[in-house]
């Protein structure tokens, strides 16, 4: 059973850090691509960050380059997210996908298992 755990969501003040973690099982994170999606209440589900299983090459919201790391750990089959220097308006339920392929996509579609998400929480 395929089975993605998201972890390491919390309550942080603006220009903070936070490690989000994505573990899967069920099957090899290996011939994969994994991206982390977000939604904030009211607003469009957004595409974060993805890493491609074939070089690990990455790909980023303009909003967030520069802040965020999108990492993959293919033995521990986890990947990671670190973000740093939080705003606000990165308050949102942060969740990761498993892409259907070895490339990176921006396009909710493009994944067939998803964690339950992890809410992240940027307040003074």
């Known amino acids: 059973q395929v089975q993605l755990v998201d972890s390491g969501g919390g309550l942080v003040q603006p220009g903070g850090s936070l490690r989000l973690s994505c573990q899967v099982s069920?099957?090899?994170?290996?011939?994969?691509?994994i991206g982390w999606f977000r939604q904030a209440p009211g607003k469009e589900r957004e595409a974060v960050s993805c890493?491609?299983?074939?070089?690990?090459?990455?790909t980023y919201t303009d909003s967030v380059k520069g802040r965020v790391t999108i990492s993959r750990d293919n033995a521990k089959n986890t990947a990671y997210l670190q973000m740093s220097s939080l705003k606000p308006e990165d308050t949102a339920l942060y969740y990761c996908?498993?892409?259907?392929?070895?490339?990176?996509?921006?396009?909710?579609?493009?994944?067939?298992?998803w964690g339950q998400g992890t809410q992240v929480t940027v307040s003074s």
């Open positions: 890493i491609s299983s074939t070089d690990s090459s990455t």
């Open positions: 996908g498993t892409a259907r392929g070895p490339t990176c996509s921006s396009t909710y579609w493009a994944y067939d298992h």
């Open positions: 069920g099957f090899s994170l290996e011939y994969y691509a």
